[in-house]
């Protein structure tokens, strides 16, 4: 893959990272937040900058090991929150289609880092 093209895609996971950075912050902040959803809420900082910091760590070193760490934080964050979403009784379509799209975003995280790692093991 060349050098653009990896670049566009760290930089769109960025922005992944930093939608699950400010969900997380907004919810937050707000007073009297149940448990459930302060989990999430918390699952979601946490995961954003967790992936913001591989990502930085994938462009300045050469280390096989992040993108090993990049797919357990990945596969914990899916799993959680489908036991979130199906403990909080929410099983329709949407709900679904939410846990899609946020399996997508992951995805993108995931392959952004990948491809970082792999491209400075060639050089």
Known sequence: MSKPTIILWSILSFIVSG???????MMLQVEQLPALPFIAASMAFGYGLI????????????DKSLVQMTKYIAL???VV????????????????????IMSLMIGINWFSIKSVSEYHSQD
């Not at 939608?19 to 912050?25: E, K, N, R, S």
């Not at 929150?81 to 289609?97: C, F, N, P, V, Y």
Request: charged share 5%.
């Open 81 to 100: 929150q489908i036991a979130l979403t199906l403990a909080a009784g929410k099983a329709s379509g949407i709900e679904w289609l939410g846990i899609l």
């Open 19 to 25: 939608i699950y950075v400010f969900y997380g912050l």
């Open 76 to 78: 914990i964050m899916l």
């Open 51 to 62: 992936t913001i910091y591989l990502l930085s760590l994938a462009w300045t070193k050469t």
